[in-house]
């Protein structure tokens, strides 16, 4: 499952609580925004967070924190092209090659290597889409 929310923390968080209390599935909150109290509260559900260029603007001091506290197993780097092109493409067309860009943001931030970050959300996605044959 693929959630794309915004604006709606708690009922997000109430409707995925409610069915994963009947039985857990594998989610992931797509384009990441919310609060790092939001973030805890669906990693607790076992959900993964996915990050867009919009961690590498310079007002996204609370996604940045966020960036660096998911764990490591439970992170996907997106671009959500065409929009929200990471700097230094800010304000242009999104390509999926700008993931490259917001990696090494990411990897940045956790002090560590953008290969090592690059192979561990591989992995997570992998794990996450099973059908996607990686």
């Not at 591989?122 to 996450?128: P, Q, S, V």
């Amino acid at each position: 499952l693929i959630i794309h929310t915004r604006d709606a923390e708690d009922d997000t968080f109430a409707i995925l609580a409610d069915e994963m209390a009947k039985g857990t599935f594998p989610a992931l909150i797509h384009c990441f925004t919310a609060s790092a109290e939001f973030g805890e509260k669906v990693l607790e559900l076992g959900l993964t967070i996915s990050l867009s260029g919009i961690v590498t603007f310079k007002n996204a001091k609370a996604l940045q924190e966020v960036a660096m506290t998911v764990p490591e197993d439970r992170l996907l780097i997106e671009t959500d092209s065409p929009f929200l092109a990471p700097v230094p493409h800010r304000g242009q067309v999104c390509e999926p090659a700008y993931v490259a860009d917001t990696a090494a943001f990411i990897a940045n931030l956790r002090r560590m290597d953008t290969q090592d970050l690059a192979e561990q959300t591989t992995a997570n996605f992998a794990r996450l889409f099973q059908k996607a044959g990686l």
